[in-house]
């Protein structure tokens, strides 16, 4: 129908003109299409400079640190800037036996050197990670020879000041790590790692931490998403079908805990599921459990469970209230009066409109979940902990920043991976806030 | 407001001597000092701070990060601003952060006071408690403590090996989550020589001798990680036994008269103190003079029961000021206290933390 307005529209210009094709003009003489595409571009302009302060304030706070985060998680240049000299000078060493003289000597200097600077921790701290005992092999030799001027040999020396200096291994690792990059963040993430000869194998079972936490994580997150979902439909549902007034009131049993400090929340779910908490004595004195057969509830995966599902809750009901709250109830009278039973009407009509909403809360309970780290802290106990834990147990306490970050970036990869097969199965149009 | 403030703190300063009217003039400026919190920062509070600034007018801000302080520190001196002015921190973190370079070396005979009878400082602190970047204030310990209730009166748990009997003294028991000192206690509870718990942690089989002791008690315990769970868990009888920072056990005890206990034997003790953020040496060098003389030393053990570093000042240890009980038997340098002590072993787990805190994270996850 536009189309042929359209037609209609040009044809008596064309005729006009008598098939001399002249632009229409504007008023102020400027052809028309010029003029057009001037007011678009203000109105464009208008708009950008609108967004301009959001987006410069995501680029900042947002896109950068992300993406510093990611080269922080392949990034290894300690040995580089701080042992230069060795760095170049093992370039030449090819992997058998022990590196020569010239090695050894130019190691001694960018130790004295770094002793001097005092900018030995950040090198030793990264060899530490790769081959234990580096930091102590490092700092100790450091001191050791901060006096000694020029030795018959600087191999003996080192060898002395430290037997660490004897074992090709560590040479190795050195000679890996003097690249500028390194894949030792990932693959530890992975619990893979580098062997002596440079092939990447799998770490040794006592060590095995990430892979399986991670894969733990992820299922414990689609886990509480649909306990949420369980939870929040009905409530939803009935905030969306009561009268305004009792609605209102129910939905400030809602948003009253969500206002709420997430560690009051916490810590309240400890004082009731713990074993001598609210729950169990309770179930004692109805004579439910035995007083010497108390649950545990908490500091496991159930404690993260509950205490992250009742948190998590609201992000699924108020999404799901606002869009049940658009689905006309004459629907649900249509289906009824041509017939359809109680349930297939809820199944076949009213459902299926419901389903953006679904996908919306789905969305954000899943992504708020997967990244939540204080909750799983106080009430995860040991079966309970995120993978998440171990992000910021590597930001604050072991300092393994490259670590940190190669996790993180894992679990970034992964939730973008999860969101487009999402998007694929149900299509990110069909999401719905309100 | 701040102006009389000013003033007062002036003319305060102006009354004592011409050294004070120096520091005056830094009163300006309130002083970040960075510690752990809880009963500790108070103490510190009660100690150095509050005379700190009676003498001279100067704030002292409390800043309760000292769990992360080292991750703090770095982020600072890479950003290249500094906040903070002095920091209380571990001997083990000291080092990392003076090899790195984010705290200033100290020379400690020039920097802090003399005993009262005249002995330099560096022969009043006891041995190891002066280390190039760092001074140490006080001596506290790890230990287990016990909630005396959930066991009977003639049989109370005493030795370490008594937490790993779960015959004898059952209940749950809470650790904290990182291998440090539970390591250390399963070999020695294993009947291993206090002498040669690090040599052994060093090889395998040690290591794997310590987890399989600890794999005993596995399923009966509940991890820590925050200071303030353990007196909670064993308050609320969660479990029964909960390893904890020994000031924190004393404080349940004296101030909230908890029934707990403390199993003395095969104690981990460490000590802790203050360093100082690159450049802020002299902002920070007269509070850390101050803080860290005989008498503020001796004093703060009147408010918490961590033993001074200073020879000088566990001679002049008075008694609980809030109570009023004699400090001498909770102190962890107590002769009968400190008869089966392990002093922690800085350079093993510098060396070897980034490895065992993953084989201990993988064996939790088994």
Same mark, same amino acid.
Request: proline share 5%; charged share 20%; hydrophobic share 45%.
């Given at each position: ?434 | ?10 003319? &305060?300063?102006?009354?004592? +001597? %011409? #050294? ?8 300006? !400026?309130?002083? $970040? @000092? ?26 002292? &801000?409390?800043?309760?990060? +000292? %769990? #992360? ?8 001196? !890479?950003?290249? $601003? @500094? ?284």
């Amino acid at each position: 129908m536009s189309d042929s307005m359209h037609g209609s529209h040009a044809n008596p210009s064309n005729a006009g003109d008598n098939g001399v094709k002249a632009p229409l003009v504007a008023a102020d003489g400027r052809p028309l299409k010029v003029s057009l595409r001037r007011a678009l571009f203000k109105n464009k302009l208008r708009a950008i400079l609108l967004v301009a302060p959001l987006m410069l304030f995501l680029l900042v706070a947002f896109i950068l640190p992300i993406f510093s985060m990611l080269t922080r998680s392949v990034e290894s240049n300690e040995v580089r800037t701080i042992l230069p000299t060795t760095a170049l000078a093992i370039q030449a060493w090819e992997g058998d036996g022990l590196p020569d003289e010239q090695v050894f000597a130019a190691l001694a200097y960018d130790l004295q050197e770094g002793q001097r600077n005092r900018n030995l921790g950040r090198v030793a701290s990264r060899l530490n990670y790769e081959f234990s005992g580096m930091r102590s092999t490092i700092t100790g030799t450091a001191r050791r020879i901060s006096n000694i001027d020029s030795p018959d040999s600087w191999k003996e020396t080192l060898m002395e000041a430290h037997r660490n200096w004897g074992n090709p291994d560590v040479w190795t690792v050195i000679k890996r790590e003097s690249r500028g990059y390194t894949l030792s963040y990932y693959l530890a993430a992975l619990d893979m790692r580098f062997d002596t000869d440079g092939s990447i194998v799998r770490q040794p079972e006592s060590r095995r931490v990430y892979v399986d936490l991670m894969i733990k994580t992820l299922w414990m997150s689609i886990l509480i998403t649909f306990l949420c979902f369980l939870l929040g439909y009905p409530v939803a549902f009935l905030l969306a079908s009561l009268p305004m007034r009792t609605s209102s009131l129910l939905m400030m049993l809602v948003l009253l805990p969500f206002w709420t400090s997430l560690l009051v929340r916490t810590t309240t779910w400890i004082a009731i599921l713990q074993s001598q908490g609210i729950l169990n004595n309770m179930l004692v004195a109805l004579g439910i459990i035995d007083d010497q057969a108390r649950l545990r509830m908490i500091y496991n995966e159930i404690g993260t469970i509950v205490a992250m599902t009742h948190i998590l809750l609201p992000f699924m009901i108020l999404p799901l209230y606002s869009v049940m709250k658009s689905i006309s109830p004459s629907y649900m009278r249509a289906a009824r009066s041509m017939g359809a039973t109680g349930f297939t009407a809820f199944r076949r009509v009213y459902f299926p409109q419901t389903v953006p909403g679904i996908g919306a809360g789905a969305i954000l309970v899943f992504i708020l979940a997967i990244g939540y780290y204080i909750t799983p802290a106080l009430v995860g106990g040991e079966s309970g902990r995120f993978i998440t834990n171990f992000i910021a147990y590597h930001m604050q306490v072991s300092l393994n920043w490259g670590l940190a970050a190669a996790i993180a970036s894992i679990l970034l990869g992964l939730v973008i991976t999860l969101y487009l097969i999402y998007n694929k199965l149900v299509g990110s149009d069909s999401l719905k806030l309100g | 407001m701040t102006k009389t403030f000013h003033k007062s703190a002036l003319s &305060i300063a102006v009354a004592f +001597s %011409a #050294t004070a009217i120096f520091s005056s003039a830094q009163a300006m !400026e309130p002083l $970040n @000092v960075v510690s752990w919190g809880g009963a500790y920062t108070m103490s510190q509070e009660e100690a150095y701070s509050k005379p700190w600034t009676e003498k001279t007018g100067q704030r002292i &801000i409390n800043i309760d990060r +000292s %769990a #992360t302080g080292l991750a703090g520190l770095r982020a600072q001196v !890479e950003a290249g $601003n @500094v906040t903070w002015d002095l920091v209380d921190m571990l001997p083990a973190d000291a080092k990392i952060a003076c090899a790195e370079g984010l705290i200033e070396v100290l020379n400690h005979d020039e920097l802090l006071s003399p005993a009262p009878d005249g002995t330099p400082a560096s022969e009043d602190f006891i041995p190891g408690a002066l280390d190039e970047c760092f001074v140490a204030t006080i001596v506290y310990s790890n230990i287990v403590g016990f909630n005396t209730e959930m066991f009977p009166e003639d049989n109370q748990p005493s030795t370490i090996a008594d937490v790993f009997d779960l015959e004898n003294f059952p209940g749950m028991r809470s650790l904290q989550r990182r291998p440090i000192n539970n390591l250390e206690w399963a070999l020695i509870a294993d009947g291993v020589a206090h002498d040669d718990v690090y040599d052994l942690l060093a090889t395998e089989e040690g290591v794997e001798r310590a987890l399989a002791k600890l794999d005993t008690i596995k399923d009966h315990v509940i991890w820590w990680s925050e200071g303030a769970q353990p007196p909670q868990l064993l308050a609320d009888k969660e479990v029964a036994f909960a390893s904890a920072y020994n000031g924190r056990i004393f404080d349940a005890q004296v101030n909230e008269n908890q029934p707990f206990g403390i199993i003395w034997d095969a104690q981990v003790f460490e000590l802790d103190g203050w360093v100082v953020p690159k450049g802020k040496l002299d902002v920070a060098k007269d509070f850390l003079r101050f803080s860290t003389d005989t008498e503020r030393n001796a004093a703060q053990a009147s408010y918490i029961s961590y033993g001074p570093a200073r020879m000088s000042a566990a001679e002049i240890v008075g008694n609980h000021i809030p109570t009023g009980i004699d400090m001498t038997p909770h102190m962890p340098t107590y002769e009968p206290n400190f008869a089966t002590a392990l002093p922690k072993d800085d350079d093993f787990w510098a060396d070897y933390q980034d490895e065992l805190n993953e084989r201990f994270d993988a064996w939790l996850a088994r």
